[in-house]
């Protein structure tokens, strides 16, 4: 039976006491990651800012910004040992009724053209392609795009 209960993802409000995983889970996944000051500055501007813990350990985290009928989804982001395990898709869905449940019309994301993989989650969730930022991004030997989705929640 608790075999069964560990491989249940379980979710928490992200607090000042996950910072140390959360940071190091972005260093270790992102190129330019976020820094403990970005995480905790969300935290305290009252974003959602939520972790997943399965068995036993923080597996993933993101953090939505939900205000005048839109959100913003931040931040989606997986340990690397839990890639390809289907924990993208379950902070998704779990992002995307979080923005329900706020009233949210829309959400809205940026995600690197390069990123290929977070690209074909979001759409195998129903985000479309809706524009493109300018140099949005810091890149090594420059910067890098940013591709703007959006999924209608309505």
């Known amino acids: ?13 992200m607090s000042d006491a996950h910072l140390d995983a959360v940071v190091a889970i972005e260093e270790a996944v992102h190129q330019h990651p976020w820094t403990q000051g970005n995480f905790a500055d969300s935290i305290a501007a009252g974003y959602h800012c939520w972790v997943a813990h399965r068995e036993g ?19 989606l982001s997986v340990h690397a040992a ?17 923005a329900r449940d706020y009233g949210a019309d829309r959400i809205y994301l940026e995600v690197r053209p390069s990123n290929g993989p977070a690209r074909a989650l979001y759409a ?12 949005y991004y ?9 591709v703007i989705m959006e999924l209608d929640l309505r």
């Open 124 to 135: 195998a969730h129903g985000f479309e392609q809706i524009g493109v930022r300018r140099d």
């Open 82 to 98: 839990w890639h390809r395990r289907h924990i993208g898709s379950e902070l998704t869905r779990f992002f995307v009724q979080l």
């Open 1 to 13: 039976m608790s075999a069964q209960l560990d491989s249940v993802t379980r979710y928490a409000q």
């Open 138 to 146: 810091p890149a090594s030997g420059g910067r890098e795009d940013a």
């Open 57 to 75: 350990a923080l597996v993933g985290y993101g953090v939505v910004m939900v205000a005048a009928g839109e959100a913003h989804l931040l931040n």
